[in-house]
């Protein structure tokens, strides 16, 4: 069964400092894996794709890179800003069985003015 | 178009009434998705429809009750429900079903916040 874990679950920065958020992964048979970040009380919002046969997507000051092999994506933000702050959801599908989206618990994330 | 629209986007219902929700997608996507989240949770799976017939349930009681009229819309049907299936119900929609050719990823709706009293 595949489980996604996301680490840290909470964090704080000051403003315009350059952040990873971690998201593991156990069983590496993916089709892909999707980076999101929701607001309070609101829907998701999709930030990055990553198709298992890439290394990494960008979009504007977001970096999400995929090693397949060991487990692992990072997103990275740069220059953060206050605006960032939201909780970022990581999310795989698997290949085989019900090929269900599996989410990680998000971490939370606050970028302090 | 690239947005799923849910309405109503707030919900209060008596645990005696019937009420719907509704999703909306209009990016040709043939698989839409019901999930349910819990107050600091992450979402939770609740039905697949794929080319309009259901493919998931994930055993959800029978007071919630989908349906897919045709390929853009998507119905969740409320009856009888109880205080703690309060919670954020997010339509989502991907081009192709779970399973189906590469998986472009998934695009969620804003939510219905749903409050049983």
């Known amino acids: 069964k595949q489980e996604v874990t996301q680490i840290p679950a909470a964090l704080s920065v000051p403003e315009g400092e350059n952040l990873v958020l971690n998201c593991s992964f156990t069983?590496?048979?993916?089709?892909?894996l999707q980076w999101f970040r929701q607001d309070p009380g609101k829907g998701l919002t999709s930030l990055l794709l990553?198709?298992?046969?890439?290394r990494e997507q960008t979009s504007g000051r977001l970096n999400a890179s995929l090693d397949k092999s060991s487990g692992r994506s990072t997103l990275y933000i740069a220059a953060s800003q206050p605006g960032d702050s939201a909780t970022y959801l990581c999310?795989?599908?698997?290949?085989?069985?019900?090929?269900?989206?599996?989410f990680g618990k998000g971490t939370k994330l606050t970028v302090n003015p | 178009d690239t947005e799923v629209t849910q309405t109503p986007k707030h919900l209060v219902m008596g645990m005696t009434n019937k009420k719907s929700l509704k999703c909306e997608q209009h990016?040709?996507?043939?698989?839409m998705y019901w999930y349910k989240q819990k107050a600091k949770k992450p979402p939770e799976l609740m039905f697949v429809?794929?080319?309009?017939?259901?493919?998931i349930n994930e055993s959800v009681p029978s007071r919630f009750s989908p349906e897919c009229p045709n390929s853009s819309l998507l119905n969740l049907h409320l009856h009888a429900l109880q205080p703690e299936d309060s919670a954020l119900y997010l339509c989502?929609?991907?081009?192709?079903?779970?399973?189906?050719?590469?998986?472009?990823?998934?695009?969620f709706g804003s939510g219905t916040r749903l409050t049983v009293v």
């Open positions: 989502a929609s991907s081009q192709f079903p779970p399973g189906g050719p590469a998986n472009y990823g998934y695009t």
């Open positions: 069983d590496s048979a993916i089709y892909n």
């Open positions: 990016m040709g996507h043939r698989a």
């Open positions: 999310a795989v599908i698997t290949q085989g069985g019900s090929e269900k989206l599996v």
């Open positions: 429809y794929s080319y309009e017939k259901l493919s």
């Open positions: 990553i198709q298992s046969s890439q």
